[in-house]
């Protein structure tokens, strides 16, 4: 049962160290988006991209994060120079077509990437 | 700017009761609506949704409503069982948008 599937579940980073959070789709999926989740917090939409593309990443900070989906291997949700502030659960998402264009809710989530920044 | 709230935090209901979990909203745009379902460890399912153009669906034990005139919608577990602990997120969508705005969270407890 290929599912969405990100790694690492857990990092522990220090202050200033790069994050990085990888996502594989669930197989025949292009549609990919990051959410993150700061503690009690709903998930907040960060990124939406398709291979080779970004779509739209008006929730992404300004510095220190991006994010890209080649068109071999997985997604990557990249943090430089990481504050406490980013510790957060960073979830990964899929869809076979573009958000909910299928209305069906079908957005597939993984288990989630738990940055902790000390 | 919470444009999805969940007021209650926790939730704790006896197994075979009904489970009644409320969210509001504030933006107008919004049109379709859903509920996920999360587990510890695990990353949010979803459970059950429902068009801006319906107020009703139902799905075995799982019912949402959906009162647009006062924003609000509601999802019914009946009846509650031990495996519905867990957290609820209620979650919108504008029309032909792909981002979701979710709310915080209830945490629903299933006593035996």
């Known amino acids: 049962n290929a599912g969405v599937m990100q790694n690492p579940r857990h990092l522990v980073r220090r202050r200033g160290q790069e994050a990085r959070l990888r996502c594989s789709p669930m197989k025949g999926h292009s549609h990919v988006y990051w959410y993150r989740q700061l503690p009690e917090e709903g998930l907040k939409f960060m990124v939406y991209?398709?291979?080779?593309?970004?779509?739209?990443e008006s929730g992404m900070p300004k510095e220190r994060f991006s994010a890209e989906f080649p068109k071999e291997g997985p997604s990557i949700l990249r943090i430089q120079q990481v504050v406490r502030g980013d510790s957060a659960a960073y979830f990964c998402?899929?869809?076979?077509?573009?958000?909910?264009?299928?209305?069906?809710?079908?957005?597939?989530f993984g288990e989630g990437s738990r940055l902790t920044v000390l | 700017d919470q444009q999805v709230k969940q007021n209650s935090p926790s939730l704790s209901v006896q197994e075979g009761r009904i489970s009644i979990l409320n969210c509001d909203y504030t933006n107008s745009m919004f049109d379709y609506f859903l509920w996920y379902k999360k587990y510890p460890a695990e990353g949010p399912t979803f459970l059950i949704s429902i068009s801006s153009i319906k107020d009703k669906n139902e799905d075995g034990r799982f019912t949402v409503f959906l009162n647009k005139s006062a924003k609000h919608l509601s999802l019914h577990i009946v009846p509650s069982q031990p495996g519905d602990s867990a957290v609820y997120f209620c979650a919108a969508s504008e029309v032909d948008d792909y981002k979701l705005s979710f709310g915080a969270g209830t945490t629903v407890t299933v006593r035996a």
């Open positions: 998402a899929s869809s076979p077509l573009p958000g909910l264009a299928n209305k069906t809710g079908e957005l597939f």
């Open positions: 991209l398709q291979k080779e593309n970004i779509i739209d």
